[in-house]
T-cell receptor, first 111, second 114 residues
Framework: GAGVSQSPSNKVTEKGKDVELRCDPI?????LYWYRQSLGQGLEFLIY????????KSGLPSDRFSAERTGGSVSTLTIQRTQQEDSAVYLC?????????FGPGTRLLVL | GEDVEQSLFLSVREGDSSVINCTYT??????LYWYKQEPGAGLQLLTY?????DMKQDQRLTVLLNKKDKHLSLRIADTQTGDSAIYFC??????????????FGSGTQLTVLP
């Protein structure tokens, strides 16, 4: 079956621009997570959606970061006024309450 | 807060066994995972273990958990060149109502030499 998909796979942007990253979770998965993987580091939790509950935004590094999940399915992570330190791989994962399954990630480079 | 630690590098010869180690600090950790990340790819779930288990075997993979020492290991038998990748250890808490987000180690780069 289809796994988690993310788009775009790569994104190069200029400092100060806004970017939107998209995640399509596995169909039927109620939980959706965003993580960030910076160069040479592990993964950092950003935000979590579970069904219709209010998202857990405790991992978002600043108010420039926001995310939405429409209709309990597709999610969009938005970074406003991008900074060079935002350059990283942004990974999305979904689950049905158990193991998390990851997408291929979006590689963001802020020049 | 939670902390998960791994050694950064491991090199083995093809056909040998690989053992990747991980330690964690969160005593409430209930789910412990191993993920594999190949170059340019996302994370692939390899296996997981519940904290009430000591061992789990899945084909060439054996996971050992020492809950007392908060030590987790992944053994790969008959390591192949295709096993070369970064292996991440991750844990998540059991608390109901929590996000159960994963806390990851920094990853171990496994290099399999011919």
């Amino acid at each position: 079956g289809a796994g988690v998909s993310q788009s775009p796979s790569n994104k190069v942007t200029e400092k100060g621009k806004d970017v939107e990253l998209r995640c399509d979770p596995i169909s039927g998965h109620t939980a959706l997570y965003w993580y960030r993987q910076s160069l040479g580091q592990g993964l950092e939790f950003l935000i979590y959606f579970q069904g219709n509950s209010a998202p857990d935004k405790s991992g978002l590094p600043s108010d420039r970061f926001s995310a939405e999940r429409t209709g309990g399915s597709v999610s969009t992570l938005t970074i406003q006024r991008t900074q060079q330190e935002d350059s990283a791989v942004y990974l999305c994962a979904s689950s049905l309450g158990g193991s998390q399954y990851f997408g291929p990630g979006t590689r963001l480079l802020v020049l | 807060g939670e902390d998960v630690e791994q050694s950064l590098f491991l090199s083995v010869r093809e056909g040998d066994s690989s053992v990747i180690n991980c330690t964690y600090t969160d005593s409430s950790s209930t789910y412990l995972y191993w993920y594999k990340q190949e170059p340019g790819a996302g994370l692939q779930l390899l296996t997981y273990i519940f904290s009430n288990m000591d061992m789990k075997q899945d084909q060439r993979l054996t996971v050992l958990l020492n809950k007392k020492d908060k030590h987790l290991s992944l053994r790969i038998a008959d390591t192949q060149t295709g096993d070369s990748a970064i292996y991440f250890c991750a844990e998540s808490p059991i608390s109901s109502g929590s996000a159960r987000q994963l806390t990851f180690g920094s990853g171990t780069q496994l290099t399999v030499l011919p």
